[in-house]
């Protein structure tokens, strides 16, 4: 008997069985023989024709892999594209921010400071104000008393003049 683990279709054809003294019928072992080479050529040919198809199908699967590594490649450099994006766009909203808080503090230190300084100029004319009209009534009275003296003064001619007339 034969040990081989494959036989080719040709080996089962051809394959002489011993025979005995009361051997089996050598037309039917034959068509036997014939029937078994012939479904195992199609079962052959069956597993050929699956090898190149489980080959195809690998190396379709090998390429939908690398599509899915090229997928996930994009997919993680979009996501952290994206992640980038924003974490970019918050600092440059949180810098935009405190520089808005940074102008707005000088704006109002600056304002303070003018309000400081209105506030002191109107002290200022305030002041000023105050010592003009007691400058106004320092010579208003100094005034007054000038008119009294040249009013006196008049009279006091006028009475001289008076005095001095003859009289009939």
Known sequence: M????????IEIQSHNFRTQLKGY??????LFLSAVAESYQELSL???SLRKEVERLSA????????????????????????????????EA?????????????????????AHLIERQIMDIKIERENTI??????????????EAIEKSK???NIETFAKEPNP
């Open 2 to 9: 034969v040990t081989k683990k494959h036989l080719s279709p």
């Open 25 to 30: 019928d050598k037309d039917d072992v034959k």
């Open 46 to 48: 069956e597993n050929a």
């Open 60 to 91: 379709s699967l090998d390429e939908f892999k690398s599509r899915e590594n090229l997928l996930k490649d994009a997919l993680y450099l979009a996501q952290k594209t994206a992640d980038d994006l924003k974490s970019n766009a918050e600092k």
């Open 94 to 114: 949180e810098t935009i921010l405190k520089e808005a808080e940074l102008k707005g503090e000088k704006q109002i230190k600056d304002a303070m400071v003018r």
């Open 134 to 147: 007691l400058a106004l009534k320092d010579f208003i009275a100094r005034l007054s008393t000038l008119l």
């Open 155 to 157: 009279e006091n001619e």
